[in-house]
């Protein structure tokens, strides 16, 4: 296997200007700026001014702890937590759960929290403990339960899911899969997964592991800590009833606070399209930005509601839920298991329970994060540097030998392969089809026209009917034309197929690789080699996006 960098910006305007420095005005919206080492010193400095508006950190510890044990502790994970316990600063970041780990993007979110956390022990001199984050608290289970694989011929994608046991919106978290759910899920993938040299052991790990397995977020976990447990990757999970017991005062920060914070998140809004750019989050007005898991007594299901603020009540648009300031507060302080985050307070909640020093975030969620910054400060706390995730393209061999054979590269393959597969057909064997017809039609029609023009001198009304015929002529040509095409095509159907996995391999459904293709079919076909491979690379804030040959 090799690597070698590429200049590939991801695409969000906000997120690729702080990463290449382009913007000298983003950086005080920002705060720090990964790329400068200065700045993870007096970073460091100032999370020890925090510590009184923290958690306390052996209650997270032990939180933490029990979270994980049943998945498994390994020496370097016990080390961690006992860091944790002590007050070491932390690398986080994470993504909701996803069936069987969903895109690889989500195991490359995990190897830049391993690896930034390891650069940062080295800068600062004392061990930086790694976090991922598992947003269980979310309700989107169209999103969660389902992943992409290629399927049999490698020129599209097949998804895998498992369907939503019963009727209720509450978190993927507490969302209690029916038995056997798990099994008929893996006898999906296993069918879906081609024969390799690992996939009686992959199939065999996952179907001994999700047995203990009650929800897809156990799943979740239970696969991050098989693939990164060695390497001392703490999970949490943001449902987490151990971790909800200790997220009271933040919330009831939240509720106290509600109105000044959401004109922090305004005011923080307004700086960013004051840049020029648009809000990567909407703000509601009147929006709370908490969700309240309320039990509807008529349905019988726990929903996960979004509340609003009005007047002196916070309701959901539904009408499910009308409760006072204080009402809301007692929740806060009493059951803040029934209260959780949006994207807007989950990183204050974050900067709450950890003494974060870096956070590690896709391109949507720096730009969404440059709304947070006067929130942060409305409650006397600072947002911590941002490290872009890691960016890569795992390039299998099959696609490298298309690419090699049909001169196609790889920023060929990233713009799209169906305009490389026309203009290979255009020119392979130098047949020029479209043009030859166009010929042909243009002289047909110079040829024709002296004949339409005597027959409307004979009779006017032939002129129409003239017309009408010459059309019905240059649709046989186009017919002609399409027919010769496909001709070409079905000989040439070998080389299109391949080009067609090649769009798959790269670039499925036009996406980039990291946003589609799970991370499980990767490890099927090549082993954990290629993570090992990204573990082990070069690291450095900020880095290009990265190609790797397997």
Not at 168 to 188: K, N
Not at 216 to 222: G, Y
Not at 251 to 278: C, D, H, I, P, W
Request: proline share 5%; net charge negative.
């Amino acid at each position: 296997m090799n690597m070698e960098t590429i200049c590939l910006p991801f695409g969000q305007p906000l997120a690729d200007d702080y990463i290449g420095r382009k913007r000298e005005a983003l950086e005080p919206l920002l705060g720090y700026h990964a790329a400068d080492e200065e700045h993870w010193k007096t970073r460091l400095r100032r999370l020890r001014n925090h510590e009184g508006l923290r958690a306390d950190s052996r209650s997270v510890a032990a939180a933490v702890k029990k979270y994980q044990e049943p998945f498994g502790l390994s020496e370097q994970v016990r080390s961690n937590l006992e860091l944790l316990e002590q007050g070491s600063p932390v690398v986080v970041g994470g993504q909701q759960a996803v069936l069987w780990t969903g895109p690889l993007m989500i195991i490359h979110k995990a190897v830049t929290i391993l690896q930034t956390a390891e650069w940062a022990s080295r800068l600062l001199g004392e061990t930086v403990v790694p976090v991922f984050w598992i947003a269980g608290e979310d309700h989107d289970w169209d999103e969660a339960s389902q992943t992409f694989v290629p399927d049999a011929g490698g020129t599209g994608t097949r998804k895998l899911s498992t369907p939503r046991p019963g009727s209720g919106r509450s978190s993927v978290s507490r969302t209690q899969l029916d038995p056997g759910m798990l099994g008929e899920a893996l006898a999906q993938l296993e069918a879906a997964l081609p024969d390799s040299p690992h996939k009686l052991a992959l199939c065999a790990e996952l179907r001994h592991g999700s047995e203990s397995c009650r929800t897809l977020t156990e799943l979740f976990a239970l696969m991050l800590n098989a693939l990164f447990g060695e390497k001392g990757l703490l999970l949490v999970d943001a449902d987490d009833p151990g971790l909800r017991s200790l997220e009271g005062p933040m919330f009831s920060e939240l509720v106290s606070r509600n109105a000044q914070l959401e004109q922090a998140f305004l005011a923080g809004t307004a700086s960013v399209e004051q840049l020029g750019y648009k809000p990567q989050a909407d703000l509601a007005e009147g929006g709370a930005n908490l969700f309240l898991f309320h039990q509807d007594g008529e349905a019988g299901a726990e929903e996960r509601v979004l509340l609003h603020r009005r007047g002196d009540r916070f309701e959901d648009r539904k009408g499910l839920v009308s409760l006072s300031s204080r009402e809301l507060a007692s929740i806060a302080e009493r059951q803040p298991e029934r209260l959780s985050n949006n994207v807007f307070t989950r990183p204050l909640m974050q900067e709450f329970l950890f003494p974060v020093l870096s956070t590690v975030l896709g391109p949507g969620e720096i730009a969404y994060w440059a709304q947070t910054g006067a929130a942060f400060r409305e409650l006397g706390m600072e947002m911590p540097i941002l490290t872009p995730r890691l960016s890569f393209t795992l390039l299998e061999p099959a696609a490298a030998k298309t690419m090699e054979a049909y001169g196609i590269s790889f920023e060929d393959a990233l713009g799209g392969i169906e305009a490389k597969k026309k203009q290979w057909l255009a020119g392979s064997g130098h047949y020029g089809i479209s043009e030859r017809f166009q010929e042909a039609l243009l002289r047909m029609r110079d040829a024709y026209s002296p004949a339409l023009a005597m027959a409307a001198s004979v009779e006017k009304g032939l002129a129409d009917l003239g017309e009408n015929n010459w059309s019905r002529i240059a649709r046989e040509i186009q017919y002609m034309e399409d027919k010769t095409k496909k001709a070409l095509e079905s000989r040439e159907q070998t080389a299109l197929d391949r080009m067609d996995a090649l769009g798959t391999a790269v670039c499925p459904e036009g996406r980039p690789q990291e946003r589609v293709l799970a991370s499980v079919y990767y490890l099927n076909v090549y082993g954990r080699r290629w993570l090992d491979v990204l573990l082990a690379a070069p690291f450095e804030p900020c880095a290009g996006h990265r190609l790797v040959r397997l």
